[in-house]
């Protein structure tokens, strides 16, 4: 039986990896464990304990002599972890197809009823991009190999970070849907090559949206850096 001690440390990863992902946390947010001791309500032990899982994840670093700071990715690095997540489920899906149990087929079923009643609403983002997440969570689980279950958690901690990114809109959100259907037919039919198939162009999909928008990001940066750099010229004059 785990101690009270290890429950509450996995409790404040798991809080500490939401408020990351939902983007409560911002990007280049350092994060000081006083404050999100008290903030959580716990000691700064368990925080300390879950930033260090974090670091190890990916989705913080520690940077030397200054703590812990959220990931900011660039666009290299997503399009580096989706290679990675490409290589990962596309094996992971065809294992599904092979080994999934009546369970998991339930499963699937629930969590697909439940994402088809979502209307696009912003209200609905957050559930959404955790449905998503849920679905691939159990894809990993179905396929019934601990090793390769234990490498796509990790890229899922991180993938959270982009899913909202990946269904921003009413029309994203129906294709994610649609997509994730036809996962399930597939791997109730047992048909991997199909399922590893579609998983390519699934994740390929959600990459092009992610670059767009991260370009997209970095443009309007770059354009407010540039005006704010001629402002200053202008005023040294």
Same mark, same amino acid.
């Given at each position: 039986?785990?101690?009270?001690?290890?429950?509450?440390?996995?409790?404040?990863?798991?809080?500490?990896?939401?408020?990351?992902?939902? %983007?409560?946390?911002?990007?280049?947010?350092?994060?000081?464990?006083? +404050?999100?001791?008290?903030?959580?309500?716990?000691?700064?032990?368990?925080?300390?304990?879950?930033?260090? &899982?974090?670091?190890?994840?990916?989705?913080?670093?520690?940077?030397?002599?200054?703590?812990?700071?959220?990931?900011?990715?660039?666009?290299?690095?997503?399009?580096?972890?989706?290679?990675?997540?490409?290589?990962?489920?596309?094996?992971?899906?065809?294992?599904?197809?092979?080994?999934?149990?009546?369970?998991?087929?339930? !499963?699937?079923?629930?969590?697909?009823?439940?994402?088809?009643?979502?209307?696009?609403?912003? *209200?609905?983002?957050? &559930?959404?991009?955790?449905?998503?997440?849920?679905?691939?969570?159990?894809? #990993?689980?179905?396929? #019934? %190999?601990?090793?390769?279950?234990? #490498?796509? +958690? %990790?890229?899922?901690? *991180?993938?959270?970070?982009?899913?909202?990114?990946?269904?921003?809109?009413?029309?994203?959100?129906?294709?994610?849907?649609?997509?994730?259907?036809?996962?399930?037919?597939?791997?109730?039919?047992?048909? !991997?090559?199909?399922?590893?198939?579609?998983?390519?162009?699934?994740?390929?999909?959600?990459?092009?949206?992610?670059?767009?928008?991260?370009?997209?990001? %970095?443009?309007?940066?770059?354009?407010?850096?540039?005006?704010?750099? *001629?402002?200053? #010229?202008?005023?040294?004059?």
């Amino acid at each position: 039986m785990r101690s009270r001690a290890t429950l509450i440390t996995q409790e404040t990863y798991a809080l500490l990896r939401d408020l990351i992902v939902s %983007n409560r946390l911002r990007a280049g947010q350092k994060l000081v464990d006083r +404050e999100l001791a008290e903030e959580l309500g716990v000691s700064r032990t368990p925080i300390r304990e879950a930033l260090g &899982r974090l670091a190890m994840t990916g989705l913080i670093e520690q940077r030397a002599r200054r703590g812990y700071y959220v990931c900011h990715f660039t666009v290299d690095q997503v399009i580096d972890l989706y290679e990675f997540r490409k290589m990962l489920e596309t094996h992971s899906i065809a294992l599904a197809a092979r080994n999934a149990k009546p369970t998991h087929l339930r !499963e699937f079923e629930a969590i697909l009823s439940e994402f088809k009643l979502l209307t696009g609403d912003p *209200k609905d983002h957050a &559930r959404a991009a955790k449905l998503d997440v849920d679905i691939h969570r159990l894809i #990993a689980l179905a396929g #019934a %190999n601990k090793s390769l279950q234990m #490498a796509m +958690e %990790n890229v899922l901690d *991180k993938l959270m970070c982009f899913v909202s990114i990946e269904i921003d809109d009413r029309n994203a959100l129906k294709v994610a849907y649609d997509e994730h259907e036809q996962l399930y037919e597939y791997v109730k039919n047992k048909d !991997e090559a199909g399922a590893s198939a579609l998983m390519l162009k699934h994740i390929d999909n959600a990459e092009r949206t992610l670059v767009q928008a991260f370009e997209a990001r %970095n443009a309007l940066q770059r354009s407010i850096l540039g005006s704010k750099q *001629k402002r200053v #010229a202008w005023q040294d004059k």
